[in-house]
Nanobody
Framework: QVQPVESGGGLVQPGGSLTLSCTTF????????ISWYRQGPGKERELVAT???????NYADSVKGRFTLSGDNAKKAVYLQMNSLKPEDTAVYYC??????????WGQGTQVTVSS
């Protein structure tokens, strides 16, 4: 059980796309759930999407139809494909891994800025 590492953030124009990566360093099937959270300026941290070991994926209503969460067990990574980005998607995005012992491990976060 190790801290995940995020990458892929950056500056993008409204309507653009970005793909975030979360390297878990372990096969994702060994992890109970892997989630992406975000925290925008002056806002509380919110859940964006979750992938469970059973393959169920849930999305926040605010990103449904625009964001896609996927996993690659061999690469020990999950990805958050973000399309049709809006200024309100600006936030630090965090990857969180939860194990069967209910321990959570958080990455350091990656900044996503949507601005023209």
């Amino acid at each position: 059980q190790v801290q995940p590492v995020e990458s892929g953030g950056g500056l993008v124009q409204p309507g653009g796309s970005l793909t975030l990566s979360c390297t878990t360093f372990e096969r994702i099937f060994s992890i109970s759930a892997i989630s992406w959270y975000r925290q925008g300026p002056g806002k509380e941290r919110e859940l964006v999407a979750t992938l469970t070991r059973s393959g169920i994926i849930n999305y926040a209503d605010s990103v449904k139809g625009r964001f896609t969460l996927s996993g690659d067990n061999a690469k020990k990574a999950v990805y958050l494909q973000m399309n049709s980005l809006k200024p309100e998607d600006t936030a630090v995005y965090y990857c969180c891994t939860r194990y069967d012992n209910m321990r959570d491990y958080w990455g350091q976060g990656t900044q996503v800025t949507v601005s023209s």
